[in-house]
């Protein structure tokens, strides 16, 4: 399996350990410069390895700049597609950790996926923002990527001693339940799972018997029980 970081915060490669994304020689944003530049890409450069068997490609602070010129340049929309080409074939799951905003990076992540998991903290609902984000979901689908499809919604970080969940959860399935799937599975809030960003590890090696831990496998059997 490989994870690509494609949100500039450099989150996911920091919370696998490699804590100085920034300082890193090679990440997403050199190698989809030098697809833009047409210099030939290696199926392992820039690939760091964790110990839990885990390929990563990292992101960093250069995605933002990237962003920005990515708008001058021809198929701007599937430079990550092209890199995707590349590395296909050594994987059997591919997952890209996007940035929250839907900026050019995103729409190349869009562009080349077969399906999106949306996670939604149970603590508000932005309304507004996965209006827009459905939206601009069919249009990358009509326009660049017929194949994708939104995997569904995650409610996430969820607090079982609110009724917040409960709430949001209605009102995802009224606004969005005959069009999206929302998750049975929902993902509850635990200390232990805010710990492991430090760890450098998995939610499975950290706290592998926690409700987290089992409440990540069982939404695992839901996607992977669906189409496959
Ligand atoms: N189930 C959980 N229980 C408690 N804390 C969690 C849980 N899931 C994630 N967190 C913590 O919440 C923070 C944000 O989580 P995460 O990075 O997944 O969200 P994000 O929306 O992608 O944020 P970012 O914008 O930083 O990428 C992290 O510090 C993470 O450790
Ligand atoms: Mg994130």
Redesign the pocket.
């Known amino acids: 399996m490989l994870l690509i970081d494609a949100?500039a915060?450099g989150?996911?490669t920091a919370?696998l350990g490699f804590t100085e994304p920034d300082s890193l020689e090679v990440t997403l944003a050199t190698i989809m410069g030098n697809l833009i530049n047409d210099e030939e890409v290696e199926p392992g450069e820039g690939i760091l390895h964790h110990e839990e068997g885990i390929d990563l490609m990292p992101g960093n602070i250069e995605l933002s700049g990237l962003e920005v010129s990515l708008v001058n340049v021809m198929s701007r929309e599937t430079v990550l597609r092209s890199y995707i080409e590349i590395v296909r074939e050594s994987y059997d799951y591919i997952l890209i950790?996007c940035?929250?905003s839907l900026g050019m990076i995103t729409i190349n992540a869009f562009a080349c996926a077969d399906s999106i998991l949306i996670?939604v903290?149970a603590a508000y609902l932005p309304v507004k923002g996965l209006q827009q984000l459905i939206k601009t979901v069919g249009k990358v689908k009509r326009q660049i990527n017929p194949k994708l499809e939104i995997e569904g919604i995650l409610l996430?970080?969820?607090d079982s001693r609110t009724n917040y969940a409960k709430d949001i959860s209605a009102m995802l399935k009224e606004a969005y339940g005959s069009r999206v799937r929302i998750f049975a599975n929902i993902?509850?809030?635990?200390?232990?799972?805010?710990?492991?960003?430090a760890e450098g590890v998995s939610i499975y090696k950290h706290d592998p018997k926690g409700k987290?831990a089992s409440?990540y496998d069982s939404l695992t059997k839901e996607v992977l029980a669906d189409g496959q």
């Open positions: 949100d915060q989150s996911l919370s950790d940035m929250p996670p903290q996430t970080m969820v993902i509850p809030i635990s200390v232990r799972a805010a710990e492991i960003s987290v409440a």
